[in-house]
């Protein structure tokens, strides 16, 4: 699969493992960070060793011209973009909503739901046949949580993927005539530093996993790997789905 694929959040976790795969199955990648330039180098330098090519960008998706800037460089960079996954998401911080602050939820809603929504506005303007452009593929990155409300303290953060879901049903509808392929992946708990707390507490750990059909958390590889599908031409047809990759879902 050749192309310009930018990953939002390509610098840890899921958004790591899909840069790395989508690299080795043919696609020049843009590895967005926010922070951790160190990350987010050692993926674009672990892709041109194995032969790929890469580049990282920086931005703040809670800040337009920050996206606006990172969606420019990467083309600059590397071409012109035919598919982008809005991978970079923060979990809230887990309130239980008694406990919830307004400062903290804003900061949520405008990383997981506004600013997936500009990044989805950048690479449509971008790619839609309707707009010059050739067309494209987008993959939002939304959770499980979204279908059951999410674990105690995470209502906040499954609200957030609930928007990113019902969205992007919304954008397929919009742009699938327009050549523009939307789907979404709905990753269950995976093991990445958005998690790591469970590294630290065995039990906590058991208590999850016992809710899991496959009695385990997902390796990020085992998230990358359906996005890299649905990225492909092998999913032409495919537009408008959500995609659960959780182990089975959870058990009640
Ligand atoms: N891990 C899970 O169990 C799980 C389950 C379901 C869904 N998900 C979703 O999968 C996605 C990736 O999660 P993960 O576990 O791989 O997370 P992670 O390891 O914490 O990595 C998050 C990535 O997002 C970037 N990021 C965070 N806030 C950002 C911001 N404001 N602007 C730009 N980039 C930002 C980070 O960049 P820096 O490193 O530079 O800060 C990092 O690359 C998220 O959308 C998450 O909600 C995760």
């Not at 610098?11 to 922070?35: D, E, F, M």
């Not at 598919?83 to 979990?91: E, K, L, R, S, T």
């Not at 919304?170 to 005539?177: F, Q």
């Not at 958390?217 to 495919?238: G, Y």
């Amino acid at each position: 699969m050749s192309g310009v694929l930018l990953v939002t959040g390509g610098s840890r976790g899921i958004g790591a493992a899909t840069a790395r795969l989508a690299a080795a199955a043919g696609w020049s990648v843009g590895v967005h960070y926010r922070k951790d330039e160190a990350a987010a180098q050692s993926v674009v330098e672990a892709i041109g060793a194995a032969g790929g090519k890469a580049y990282a960008v920086q931005g703040d998706v809670a800040v337009e011209s920050d996206i606006e800037r990172f969606f420019a460089q990467t083309e600059e960079a590397l071409g012109p973009l035919t598919a982008v996954v809005n991978n970079a998401g923060i979990d809230g911080g887990h309130s239980r909503v008694s406990e919830l602050r307004a400062d903290a939820l804003t900061r949520l809603l405008a990383v997981n739901v506004v600013g997936l929504q500009i990044c989805c506005r950048e690479a449509v303007r971008r790619m839609s046949t309707r707009l010059g452009g050739s067309g494209g593929v987008i993959v939002n990155v939304s959770s499980l949580a979204a279908t059951f409300g999410g674990r105690t303290g995470a209502s906040d953060y499954a609200a957030s993927k609930a928007a990113v879901d019902v969205f992007s049903v919304g954008l397929a509808k919009e742009v699938s005539g327009e050549g523009i392929r939307v789907n979404v992946i709905r990753p269950g708990m995976t093991s990445t530093d958005m998690t790591s707390s469970l590294d630290e507490d065995p039990k906590l750990r058991a208590r999850i996993e016992a809710t899991i059909p496959m009695h385990r958390i997902a390796d990020a590889d085992e998230i990358a790997r359906p996005i890299v599908w649905l990225l492909s031409d092998e999913a032409s047809f495919v537009s408008g789905a959500h995609l659960d990759a959780s182990g089975g879902g959870l058990i009640v």
